[in-house]
């Protein structure tokens, strides 16, 4: 079976076509800077006999349906498909599903409406993923395509985690509460952590932490997410790369009145000039770490605060859940670096949560068990694979309404 996931953005498409027999990755690629004068295709791929390629063109590429032509063009001349009826599934990233979807959904008429009523609720990401659907389903109309939410994992926590307290007619009008974002990933590795530790994933108790450019924790009770860190919007929760997470609210009314802020300077303010970046100057943790190691103040700042606020996660996320089995660390940063680890974990034995400074400096590309052998809670380092995932769950609904 071979499934193309397709991650469509405003201004670019991200692709990965998988082999499912075997969840090899046959085709990758993106194309960038869709509508501007000048954009940016590319595709790797694998030839028959395993050899990898690789092949950019820079050149003008108007809108998404010129850009899932090129990727469809490049894929055929690749070989690795013969024509767009070869594909037996496309599984399309979705950020925000809302409450509409809990699970995935098979693309129509009435999701793609759903999806574009969510807009509000999801502007920087929906508008992108619907004109790249749309584009998909014109152009290959045999071909079943599923929507994968972002969302939906969460859509197990309980009303009293997702409510805000503010009051409730703007949950009954506007439907203001946390949905939680990353759930992809989430789901992914709750369950390749499941595995490693040779236990039913509907048992595992589990924090989850993805750590990248965009940062979530989620507390996974029975393998079912209880409550997550992201919100109505990814902006709660963790320090970020750009995004502050969680603050004050209040700030941004002194802000106002202050400096005559307005709602859009608040908004970017927030969302792209705030985090890591707003602290120190980078939103990229490897130059964040090299700056600290150099002497600088402010990158040491940022990287104590990420770290505290991690450590305040992990613990509330232990009271919501009593019994922990593992935390996972995941993403970028989460993956690679193994002081954020550290820091974010000391003196919680308490918790039961006691990392071996050697394992922890180990690397892998497979799951690393970090943890001291004395520690109740396994603590583990899994790659995350969200295209993978969006490959399988396109997959099983595909089978399931055969
Ligand atoms: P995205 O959310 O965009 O998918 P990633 O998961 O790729 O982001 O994570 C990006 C973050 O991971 C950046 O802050 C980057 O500096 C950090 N990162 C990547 N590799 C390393 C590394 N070897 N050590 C420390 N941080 C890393």
């Given at each position: 079976?071979?499934?193309?996931?397709?991650?469509?953005?405003?201004?670019?498409?991200?692709?990965?076509?998988?082999?499912?027999?075997?969840?090899?990755?046959?085709?990758?690629?993106?194309?960038?800077?869709?509508?501007?004068?000048?954009?940016?295709?590319?595709?790797?791929?694998?030839?028959?006999?395993?050899?990898?390629?690789?092949?950019?063109?820079?050149?003008?590429?108007?809108?998404?349906?010129?850009?899932?032509?090129?990727?469809?063009?490049?894929?055929?001349?690749?070989?690795?498909?013969?024509?767009?009826?070869?594909?037996?599934?496309?599984?399309?990233?979705?950020?925000?599903?809302?409450?509409?979807?809990?699970?995935?959904?098979?693309?129509?008429?009435?999701?793609?409406?759903?999806?574009?009523?969510?807009?509000?609720?999801?502007?920087?990401?929906?508008?992108?993923?619907?004109?790249?659907?749309?584009?998909?389903?014109?152009?290959?109309?045999?071909?079943?395509?599923?929507?994968?939410?972002?969302?939906?994992?969460?859509?197990?926590?309980?009303?009293?985690?997702?409510?805000?307290?503010?009051?409730?007619?703007?949950?009954?009008?506007?439907?203001?509460?946390?949905?939680?974002?990353?759930?992809?990933?989430?789901?992914?590795?709750?369950?390749?952590?499941?595995?490693?530790?040779?236990?039913?994933?509907?048992?595992?108790?589990?924090?989850?932490?993805?750590?990248?450019?965009?940062?979530?924790?989620?507390?996974?009770?029975?393998?079912?997410?209880?409550?997550?860190?992201?919100?109505?919007?990814?902006?709660?929760?963790?320090?970020?790369?750009?995004?502050?997470?969680?603050?004050?609210?209040?700030?941004?009314?002194?802000?106002?009145?202050?400096?005559?802020?307005?709602?859009?300077?608040?908004?970017?303010?927030?969302?792209?000039?705030?985090?890591?970046?707003?602290?120190?100057?980078?939103?990229?943790?490897?130059?964040?770490?090299?700056?600290?190691?150099?002497?600088?103040?402010?990158?040491?700042?940022?990287?104590?605060?990420?770290?505290?606020?991690?450590?305040?996660?992990?613990?509330?996320?232990?009271?919501?859940?009593?019994?922990?089995?593992?935390?996972?660390?995941?993403?970028g940063i989460g993956e690679n670096d193994s002081g954020v680890r550290l820091k974010s974990c000391e003196n919680l034995e308490n918790f039961g949560i006691?990392?071996?400074?050697?394992?922890?400096e180990m690397r892998s590309s497979d799951i690393l068990q970090i943890s001291a052998p004395d520690s109740k809670v396994k603590v583990l380092v899994i790659?995350?694979?969200?295209?993978?995932?969006?490959?399988?769950?396109?997959?099983?609904m595909i089978e399931k309404h055969h």
């Amino acid at each position: 079976m071979k499934i193309l996931v397709l991650n469509a953005g405003s201004s670019s498409v991200k692709y990965q076509l998988f082999n499912m027999a075997n969840n090899a990755v046959l085709a990758s690629g993106m194309i960038e800077q869709i509508g501007e004068k000048e954009s940016m295709a590319k595709i790797k791929y694998k030839d028959a006999d395993d050899v990898e390629h690789k092949r950019e063109q820079k050149c003008a590429i108007p809108d998404h349906d010129e850009a899932l032509k090129w990727m469809s063009q490049a894929l055929i001349h690749s070989g690795v498909i013969k024509d767009l009826n070869d594909l037996d599934g496309i599984g399309h990233r979705v950020v925000q599903g809302g409450a509409s979807f809990q699970e995935p959904a098979m693309v129509n008429e009435y999701v793609m409406s759903e999806i574009e009523r969510l807009i509000p609720l999801g502007p920087l990401h929906n508008p992108g993923h619907l004109a790249g659907m749309r584009v998909a389903v014109h152009q290959s109309p045999n071909v079943p395509q599923v929507a994968i939410f972002d969302t939906a994992f969460h859509s197990t926590l309980p009303k009293y985690a997702y409510m805000y307290a503010i009051p409730y007619k703007y949950y009954d009008d506007l439907r203001i509460r946390r949905y939680g974002f990353h759930g992809t990933s989430h789901r992914y590795i709750v369950k390749e952590a499941a595995k490693y530790l040779k236990q039913d994933v509907n048992t595992l108790n589990a924090i989850t932490l993805h750590l990248g450019n965009g940062a979530s924790v989620a507390a996974i009770e029975n393998g079912k997410s209880v409550d997550t860190s992201m919100g109505l919007t990814p902006l709660e929760g963790l320090i970020m790369g750009t995004r502050s997470g969680d603050i004050d609210p209040a700030i941004l009314f002194y802000l106002a009145r202050k400096r005559g802020l307005t709602l859009d300077d608040l908004d970017k303010m927030l969302n792209k000039e705030s985090g890591l970046k707003g602290i120190c100057g980078s939103n990229d943790m490897r130059e964040i770490t090299q700056m600290a190691e150099e002497g600088d103040e402010k990158a040491q700042l940022a990287r104590d605060m990420f770290n505290y606020r991690l450590k305040k996660y992990i613990g509330s996320y232990s009271a919501v859940l009593g019994r922990v089995d593992c935390i996972v660390f995941t993403g970028g940063i989460g993956e690679n670096d193994s002081g954020v680890r550290l820091k974010s974990c000391e003196n919680l034995e308490n918790f039961g949560i006691k990392i071996d400074p050697l394992l922890n400096e180990m690397r892998s590309s497979d799951i690393l068990q970090i943890s001291a052998p004395d520690s109740k809670v396994k603590v583990l380092v899994i790659p995350t694979n969200e295209e993978l995932e969006i490959a399988m769950e396109t997959m099983e609904m595909i089978e399931k309404h055969h």
